[in-house]
C-alpha cells in the first residue's frame, strides 16, 4: 500500500484504521489482535484513537492486544487525540463537557494514553477540537516537553480551520504534521472553506474521519442522499463495481491532497474492500459527477 509522507521521519499509510467504535465490537482481546495483524497484512499500518473513545476505554482494549503480542507496536503508527472532556461515569469530576487544552490537561492526557495503550511513545497526538480557551503557549509547552521527553513523537489538530491551525504552527518550533477532518461525497464543506487548499498549501495531509458519510448513503432516504446514490452506482457500473463504500473511498483517494480515510470498522471484510479502493481510478468526470449530486446543481 501507498505510505505518505508527512516529515523525514514520519509515514501513515494511504488508509488507517479507526477504533473509534472499537468497544461496540465486542471483540476479545486475541480476536483484536487477529485483526490488527490482519489490517497489516493488508498495508494498513496507522491506527487512530483518542482518549474518549468509548468512553475512555478503548485506548486499553487496544493496549491489551498489544501486550499479547508486543512485536505488533513496531509495525505500526500510532494516533491519539486529547482536548475533550466528556460527562462520563468514568470522568466524575466532569460537571459539563468542554475542551481543555492546557498544559497539565495535555502532558497527563498523553501520559494516560501511555499507559492505557501500553507502550512508551505515541507517534502522532492531535488536539481533538478546536478550544476558543486556547493558550497556544500552553499547547507549544505541553508539546515540546513530551517531544524531549520521547513520549510524542509528532503532533497534529482535528477539526481546525485554516487559520486555527496556522495560529497554533506560530507557536511551535516543529510542524503539525496532520489535520484531522470530516470529508466525504455528502460533506463538501472542508473543499469549500478552505481547509483542504490549506493543507495542499502546507503540504499537510488531511487525515478524513467518516469518509462513508457515516452510512446514510447506503439507506437514502432524503433528496441529497438519493442523488448521490444514484450518482456513485451510474460511476460504479462505468467502473465495474456496486461497492458503494469502495467508490466513497475512491472519490477522496482521487484527490491530490493525499486525503487518507480513516475507515472506522471491525470487520475484516469491510476493511479490505476499502483497502480495494486504491485500484480504482476515477476519471475527472467520474468525480465531477458525485460532486454535482453532493451540491444539487452544476459547477458554474
Not at 437514502?220 to 456496486?242: N, P, Q, W, Y
Amino acid at each position: 500500500m501507498e505510505k505518505i509522507k508527512l516529515t523525514d521521519d514520519l509515514s501513515f499509510s494511504r488508509m488507517i484504521h479507526g477504533l473509534w467504535r472499537l468497544n461496540d465490537w465486542n471483540l476479545k482481546d486475541q480476536e483484536l489482535v487477529t485483526l490488527i495483524e490482519e489490517s497489516l497484512e493488508l498495508g494498513i499500518t496507522t491506527f487512530d484513537h483518542a482518549d474518549i473513545y468509548g468512553n475512555y476505554q478503548n485506548e486499553a482494549i487496544f493496549g491489551r492486544a498489544l501486550a499479547l503480542k508486543p512485536s505488533l507496536r513496531e509495525k505500526m503508527e500510532i494516533v491519539t487525540k486529547c482536548g475533550i472532556k466528556l460527562l462520563s461515569n468514568q470522568r466524575p469530576e466532569h460537571e459539563v463537557k468542554h475542551y481543555d487544552t492546557s498544559k497539565e490537561h495535555i502532558i497527563k492526557s498523553a501520559e494516560n494514553s501511555l499507559k492505557n495503550l501500553q507502550t512508551d511513545y505515541v507517534d502522532v497526538l492531535l488536539i481533538h477540537r478546536p478550544d476558543p480557551a486556547m493558550d497556544p503557549e500552553e499547547v507549544a509547552e505541553a508539546f515540546t516537553l513530551l517531544k524531549e521527553q520521547g513520549k510524542v513523537k509528532h503532533f497534529g489538530v482535528s477539526n481546525f480551520t485554516p487559520s486555527q491551525f496556522d495560529m497554533l504552527s506560530s507557536y511551535l518550533s516543529f510542524p503539525l504534521v496532520t489535520n484531522q477532518v470530516e470529508i466525504s461525497v455528502s460533506h463538501l464543506e472542508t473543499f469549500q472553506d478552505g481547509t483542504i487548499e490549506h493543507c495542499l498549501q502546507k503540504r499537510v495531509a488531511p487525515m478524513a474521519w467518516s469518509p462513508v458519510a457515516g452510512g446514510k448513503i447506503f439507506n437514502a432516504t432524503d433528496d441529497k442522499s438519493l442523488r448521490i446514490k444514484k450518482a456513485l452506482l451510474e460511476v460504479g457500473e462505468e467502473l465495474g463495481t456496486k461497492e458503494l463504500a469502495k467508490l466513497m473511498y475512491a472519490w477522496l483517494l482521487h484527490h491530490p491532497a493525499k486525503i487518507m480515510p480513516v475507515i472506522g470498522s471491525g470487520k475484516i471484510e469491510r476493511i479490505r474492500s476499502a483497502v480495494e479502493a486504491l485500484s480504482i481510478k476515477m476519471t475527472r468526470q467520474q468525480w465531477y459527477k458525485i460532486w454535482i449530486a453532493s451540491t444539487g446543481t452544476d459547477v458554474a
